[in-house]
């Protein structure tokens, strides 16, 4: 019997309307343009404005337009995971919103939280029910709203994040496309650096915690670099070794998008040619969850049967890995 991997069948996406750009980040704290742009890499990002409105909703615009591209009913959906760091509410889980609001009403589904790694660890987590051959259709959403837990007074967080959401469709292949292998880690010693300091059970929501700003990101930036850089760079390259993938036989390197500078650290260490970067940094700044998903949106067209795409990302908790994935279909 052939062996079954996941595919990527579908690509869908949504970036809100609304731009915040380094200007006007300008007139609300101390910072250039400049500063931003050198240290980050990011020109601009996307805030979703609204009342009421929450991580589903841009979720609930991906997919439909992943089904309408596809030509696929809501019903045909079997499984729905969301990873997300910015669940609409404590619970219940954001996929069975997504779920209700698009009508997916066959699908079973929940959520995943592992900070900015959430999607890669969603991917490999949903592969599984497609290779052991008990669910066909799997979608697989990441996204956030990440305006909803900034402080927009601390300079150093409120400049690096926006708003988007991502979602793949997983099914079946038999041909040797797919998901192929990953290298997914976790060290719960770094939830020092980055984590939100209240609004979970170990300290609920209280007018204390509220006045002392407690449930907006707390990061300590140049910590998290230091461990993003490595730690990215490291399972990008075990990943292409465990494969026998070369920087000549790597067509694209999807990276998590937190920092233009850790983004160039990855790419030197498999030697890739800036060319095979996938960077999308510039225009929505670090959407957590959202930003491998958005980026295999914005370049789906390019993709071609057989590419070689390794996945990285690093994140809260901390969190990090690779996904080495032969894409199986032309656009
Ligand atoms: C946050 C980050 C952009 C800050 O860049 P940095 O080069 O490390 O900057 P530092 O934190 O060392 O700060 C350097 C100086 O710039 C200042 N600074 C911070 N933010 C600033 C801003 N927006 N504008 C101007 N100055 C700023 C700091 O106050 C500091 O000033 P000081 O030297 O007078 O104290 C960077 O550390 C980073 O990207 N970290 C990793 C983020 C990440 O990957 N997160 C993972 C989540 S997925």
Redesign the pocket.
Known sequence: MKQIHAAITAVGGYVPEYVLTNAELEKI????DE??QS??GIRERRILKGEGLGTSDMATEAVKELLQKKGLSPLDIDLVICATTTPDLQFPATANIISDKVGMKNAFGYDISA??SGFLFALTTGAQFIETGRYKKVLVIGGDKMSSILNYED???C??FGDGCGCVLLEPDENGFGIIDSVLKSDGAGRAH?HQKAGGSAKPASIETVMNKEHYVY?E??T??KF?VKNMADVAAEIMERNGLTSESVTWLVP?Q??K??IDATRERMSLDPEKVMINIERFG?T?NGTLPLCLWEWEKKLKKGDNLVLAA???GFTWGATYIRWGYDS
């Open positions: 704290v101390e910072t250039t500063w931003i240290r980050t900070a900015c300079r150093a967080t400049i690096i980055l990061q930036g140049q998290v670099f993003a998590h937190a920092n500078r850790i670090n957590t690093f994140g809260g």
